[in-house]
């Protein structure tokens, strides 16, 4: 059998761009999100195009209790598991997270259950030795600015919490990538105000599955992001408070 890759959050633009990556490669897809309908169309479209072995499954991120049960069954589904794409996450109404009642959403989405389903990833290769996990993560996790800094503290969460698989799993030969995009072109960007730079999610999902062949552990996409938010990152607290970012 040969090797398939399990993608969290499939019907997102830069998770079907992905899928498609692995696909042309010749890899197995185990696609999951809470649209049973759109992974049935994707997964019948992967199959027709790359003649792959495609499954499919409903997963919820902020359902953490049916983690456990779900993983259990992806890997009946594919029992040549390779590797873990996690690719879903929640935007959301910044301005509205100023209530934590719509903020815990977004945290819930984008952390919390990341740390969830990755915990059951994470304790089935690290036996065996082998495999990857590739979280996608955002650059918005790299500086709190007001314009998202909910967004932003749940997806800079998420790139510790990777940092921290990272370490741990060395030893075992498990590789944890971190990959953080700037502005893409999908349907949770689309409207925003202050876009630039915005690249397109094949781009992006082709660079993503390349990442594995390659050294780099954080992976910013396009590459002139680790650029932007290291000046970003370096301007003084004193001066950055006063920004309108």
């Known amino acids: 059998m040969s090797e398939s890759v399990l993608i969290l959050g499939a019907t997102s633009a830069i998770a079907r761009a992905t899928a498609a990556a692995f696909a042309a490669r010749g890899k197995g897809l185990y696609l999951a999100s809470r649209d049973l309908d759109e992974l049935q ?52 109404d910044q301005k509205a997270a100023r209530d934590f009642s719509v903020g815990e959403k977004i945290i819930a989405s984008n952390f919390t259950g990341a740390a969830s389903i990755l915990s059951h990833c994470a304790n089935y290769f690290e036996p065996l030795k082998r495999g990857f996990i590739i979280g996608i993560s955002s650059v918005a996790g790299d500086r709190g600015r007001q314009s998202n800094y909910v967004y932003g503290a749940a997806k800079g969460a998420l790139s510790l919490y990777l940092q921290g698989l990272r370490n741990r799993l060395f030893a075992s030969g498990v590789r944890v990538i971190t990959v953080k995009p700037g502005f893409v072109d999908t349907a949770m960007t ?5 876009l630039f730079l915005v690249a397109s999610p094949q781009n992006i999902g082709e660079r993503i599955v390349g990442a594995l062949g390659k050294s780099a552990d954080v992976v910013y996409l396009p590459w002139f992001w680790r650029h932007i938010m290291l000046v970003i990152q370096h301007i003084p607290e004193t001066i950055f408070k006063r920004m309108k970012l």
């Open 41 to 92: 169309r994707s997964a019948f479209d992967l199959h027709l195009r790359y003649g792959i072995e495609v499954r499919y499954g409903l997963f919820d991120a902020e359902a953490t209790a049916t983690h456990e049960a779900f993983f259990q069954a992806a890997l009946e589904a594919m029992p040549d598991l390779s590797g873990v794409v996690l690719a879903f996450g929640y935007l959301g």
């Open 190 to 194: 689309f409207g925003l105000p202050g």
